[in-house]
């Protein structure tokens, strides 16, 4: 199994970002996706999760109302779309792959990680 997540970059505050997990490896249809954040000094937090449908989404309250998650099935990719960025947002931004259908926020309950891409939100 793969994760590839791609999109980080600096953007001032007030900016947008979207970030995508392209994923290969596993049946993408059947599992459930997540983001989550770790900045420098702090544990990794959850951000958003969606179902394996795409019907169903779950996110932080930090994020709520900026963020918003995505998927789609016929690309095997799962999108963070990031909006009115802050400087706390901050973060190495890590997809998430569930081998199970529904949302959690609980990085123990994921069995497959990405990489991470670096967001870094300027004041």
């Known amino acids: 199994v793969q994760l590839q997540a791609s999109g980080g970059g600096l953007v001032q505050a007030g900016g947008s970002l979207r970030l995508s997990c392209a994923a290969s490896g596993l049946t993408f249809s059947s599992v459930a996706m997540g983001w989550f954040r770790q900045a420098p000094g702090k544990e990794r937090e959850f951000v958003a999760a969606i179902n394996s449908s795409g019907g169903s989404t779950f996110s932080a309250d930090s994020v709520k109302g900026r963020f918003t998650i995505s998927r789609d099935n016929a690309k095997n990719t799962v999108s963070l779309q990031m909006n009115s960025l802050k400087p706390d947002d901050t973060a190495v931004y890590y997809c998430?792959?569930?081998?199970?259908?529904?949302?959690?926020?609980?990085?123990?309950?994921?069995?497959?990680w990405g990489q991470g891409t670096l967001v870094t939100v300027s004041s």
């Open positions: 998430a792959a569930r081998s199970l259908t529904g949302v959690t926020g609980r990085p123990s309950r994921y069995d497959y």
